[in-house]
């Protein structure tokens, strides 16, 4: 999904939301259709080892 078609899409979100999702589409993290995003295979794999990262940092 082009930069354009995304910004247009998210164009009611607030500016810094619009940002974060915009950067999260450009790595792939995040798609969105008809105006809801929703997080890719890559995305999750990202979240899961950030996830455990953050886990072994708290104990």
């Known amino acids: 999904?082009?930069?354009?078609?995304?910004?247009?899409?998210?164009a009611r979100l607030p500016a810094s939301t619009r940002f974060?999702?915009?950067e999260l589409v450009a790595?792939?993290?995040?798609?969105?259709?008809?105006?809801?995003?929703?997080?890719t295979s890559k995305g999750r794999k990202a979240l899961v080892r950030g996830s455990f990262s953050l886990l072994d940092a708290a104990a």
């Open 20 to 22: 974060v999702l915009n």
């Open 27 to 39: 790595l792939g993290l995040v798609t969105v259709n008809d105006r809801v995003p929703a997080i």
């Open 1 to 10: 999904m082009g930069g354009a078609e995304s910004t247009s899409r998210t």
